[in-house]
């Protein structure tokens, strides 16, 4: 499959390689674009984005993540339920236990998309996305896999369930969306803060906030892709490949150098995902 109409030009290449720590190369949007998988990895290597973690939302996700960790060396999958499925599931129990039994494969590094969403879920629903949550954690813990967590307008209560429970050893605010005083707890509390195309949004000082008082050691980056592309593509469909241009936003906020955050990136991102995994070698 070749790149089609709609996708935006690909940036300058990074001086060192990062990772995109959270990207879903299975969704199609807008009537099926899509990217395939070898040419996603190669585009994105030819930038300087050489790993990639694929994330799953639900079953099918979560087993896609899987096949293709397997595959491609450069990729290892995360799996999980993601909470607005949680909420609709009429059987949470069997979903749970085939995550835990995906989460025990050696290319999976992390449990997650997991967390909770008080956007799209209503409050009758967030008993299941809580207890869902909850048992995401046991597996990470069980595993000893990388907690991802989707939080969406629920940070108090994510906070809430961490400190109740206690967090695994490694876990990562994915898409980070708070502000600074939250970008603190997070760190306090030992998490890993991801940075999506979002924190290069006009509307976005609360995350550019956050960005400041992040330790550089703490800070991750990544797509979420194909969605929240960074400006100034904004409102096209992501893809790993447009990683460059939040790291370049995220050093000129920082006022570091880029060489310096890209390798800051690459490593905070082995410590956060449990170790280092082969870069795309095409």
């Known amino acids: 499959m070749t790149l089609t109409e709609g996708w935006p030009e ?44 694929q994330v799953g939302c639900d079953l099918e996700s979560s087993r896609w993540a899987v096949n293709t960790a397997t595959a491609h060396p450069s990729v290892v999958a995360a799996v999980a339920l993601h909470p607005n499925d949680a909420a609709r599931l009429d059987d949470l129990d069997s979903a ?30 967030r008993p299941a996305q809580q207890r869902s949550f909850r048992e995401h954690i046991a597996i990470a813990k069980r595993h000893d896999r990388t907690l991802v967590i989707h939080d969406r307008d629920a940070h108090d209560d994510v906070l809430a369930v961490i400190d109740e429970v206690g967090a695994p050893d490694r876990w990562v605010m ?25 924190v290069t949004f ?26 929240l592309t960074p400006t100034p593509h904004r409102g096209k469909p992501n893809a790993s490949f447009l990683v460059p ?7 000129g ?27 795309f070698q095409g």
């Open 96 to 125: 749970l236990a085939e995550i835990d039994r995906l989460a025990a494969d050696p290319v999976v590094r992390a449990v997650g998309e997991t967390g909770l969403d008080y956007f799209r879920t209503g409050t009758d629903g």
């Open 245 to 251: 241009l939040t790291v370049r936003f995220m050093a």
């Open 202 to 227: 006009k509307n976005a000082q609360n995350l550019r906030d956050a960005l400041q008082v992040t330790p550089l050691e703490r800070i991750l980056v990544e797509t979420d892709a194909p969605f």
């Open 10 to 53: 690909a940036p300058e290449p990074l001086p060192s390689p990062v990772v995109d720590n959270h990207c879903h190369l299975d969704h199609r949007i807008r009537g099926g674009l899509l990217i395939g998988v070898e040419e996603a990895l190669a585009r994105a290597a030819a930038v300087g984005v050489t790993r990639i973690v």
């Open 174 to 198: 994915h898409c980070f969306s708070g502000d600074a005083d939250f970008a603190r707890a997070c760190v306090e509390r030992g998490a890993h803060l991801s940075f999506a195309g979002t």
């Open 253 to 279: 906020e920082l006022g570091v150098d880029l060489t310096d955050l890209c390798r800051a990136i690459d490593a905070n991102t082995d410590a956060a995902f449990g170790g280092s995994w082969p870069q």
